[in-house]
């Protein structure tokens, strides 16, 4: 069974960094499409990023276009999402999960949704 854990969430400033991470137990993530989502409070889950398998595709929402990147390691364990030019804004608890392409729409078939990591952009 895929589970999927995320970290490396935290408190920054604003126009700070973070770099998260999702990684895989149980399976590589080499068929699968990854994408990583975040709620903010009182809000629906909305999409952020989405990566293919090869590594090759990716999709950004505008919101974050251009400050966040997401990639994965080689060995198709880890999915990662670094966030450059940090507002306040982009607070939530951030998710990944499996997803599909082209409209990186999350699928919890292969795997539940996790804990999620919080970040917080704030002064």
């Known amino acids: 069974q895929l589970q999927l854990v995320e970290s490396g969430g935290g408190l920054v400033q604003p126009g700070g960094s973070l770099r998260l991470s999702c990684e895989a137990s149980?399976?590589?993530?080499?068929?699968?499409?990854i994408g990583w989502f975040r709620q903010a409070p009182g809000k629906e889950r909305d999409w952020v990023s989405c990566?293919?398998?090869?590594?090759?595709?990716?999709r950004y929402a505008d919101s974050v276009k251009g400050r966040f990147t997401i990639s994965r390691n080689d060995a198709a364990t880890t999915v990662y999402l670094q966030m450059n030019s940090l507002k306040p804004e982009d607070t939530a608890v951030y998710y990944c999960?499996?997803?599909?392409?082209?409209?990186?729409?999350?699928?919890?078939?292969?795997?539940?949704w996790g804990q999620g990591t919080q970040v917080t952009v704030s002064s």
């Open positions: 149980g399976s590589t993530l080499d068929y699968y499409t």
């Open positions: 999960q499996v997803a599909r392409m082209p409209m990186c729409t999350p699928s919890n078939v292969f795997a539940s």
């Open positions: 990566i293919s398998p090869s590594g090759g595709s990716t």
